[in-house]
T-cell receptor, first 116, second 112 residues
Framework: AQKVTQAQTEISVVEKEDVTLDCVYE???????LFWYKQPPSGELVFLIR??????QNEISGRYSWNFQKSTSSFNFTITASQVVDSAVYFC?????????????FGTGTSLTVIP | DAGITQSPRHKVTETGTPVTLRCHQT?????MYWYRQDPGHGLRLIHY???????DKGEVSDGYSVSRSKTEDFLLTLESATSSQTSVYFC???????????FGSGTQLSVL
């Protein structure tokens, strides 16, 4: 079973539109961590945010915001007023604290294209 | 960001040949990981290491082996490369007590 599901394979938006990337996770651990990574066309993986399972407070960082809801096992990512530089593949990931080495499970990614 | 260097950055090889990819880190991180990235599959864990000479398999370990003789180096070996191993390979590290993964720049491997 997929531990992290990103149902949106590709999304296209026009510049300045808001866009939300969905992430649904599955775990039986009570302690876990959720992440978002960005992979721009250049290929590197850039860390965006980490959330632990005990902190459901939403977070905002500039145009980025994250909505963590344990009740629905979701950790969604919203970009407000999108820009062309936001075009990238975005990965959601889960780390379960109970595993040796803390294996990280990644979703299949959402490819976001922002059209100028 | 953690100093993670992957080598080579690009490699083309033939089916049946052995290939070794190297990951070198300068952050003294305890944990190191090898992932492969393929379209439609995201990032999948091949092997990881939780200390010198301590390694374990990930979800797609068949056909791969790893070694970690020093904290800073984590080697991924394809004993006999197959076309299905054509992929982008990422190394990642994580420090003790940290939950954040740092990634290298990736290695594009093509097996013809």
């Amino acid at each position: 079973a997929q531990k992290v599901t990103q149902a949106q394979t590709e999304i296209s938006v026009v510049e300045k539109e808001d866009v939300t990337l969905d992430c649904v996770y599955e775990t039986r651990d009570t302690t876990y961590y959720l992440f978002w990574y960005k992979q721009p066309p250049s290929g590197e993986l850039v860390f965006l945010i980490r959330r632990n399972s005990f902190d459901e407070q939403n977070e905002i960082s500039g145009r980025y915001s994250w909505n963590f809801q344990k009740s629905t096992s979701s950790f969604n990512f919203t970009i407000t007023a999108s820009q062309v530089v936001d075009s990238a593949v975005y990965f959601c990931a889960l780390s379960e604290a109970g595993n040796t080495g803390n294996q990280f499970y990644f979703g299949t990614g959402t490819s976001l294209t922002v059209i100028p | 960001d953690a100093g993670i260097t992957q080598s080579p950055r690009h490699k083309v090889t033939e089916t049946g040949t052995p290939v070794t990819l190297r990951c070198h880190q300068t952050e003294n991180h305890r944990y190191m990981y090898w992932y492969r990235q393929d379209p439609g599959h995201g990032l999948r864990l091949i092997h990881y290491s939780y200390g010198v000479k301590d390694t374990d398999k990930g979800e797609v370990s068949d056909g791969y082996s790893v070694s970690r003789s020093k904290t800073e180096d984590f080697l991924l070996t394809l004993e006999s490369a197959t076309s299905s191993q054509t992929s982008v390979y990422f190394c990642a590290t994580r420090g003790q007590g940290s939950e954040k993964l740092f990634f290298g720049s990736g290695t594009q491997l093509s097996v013809l």
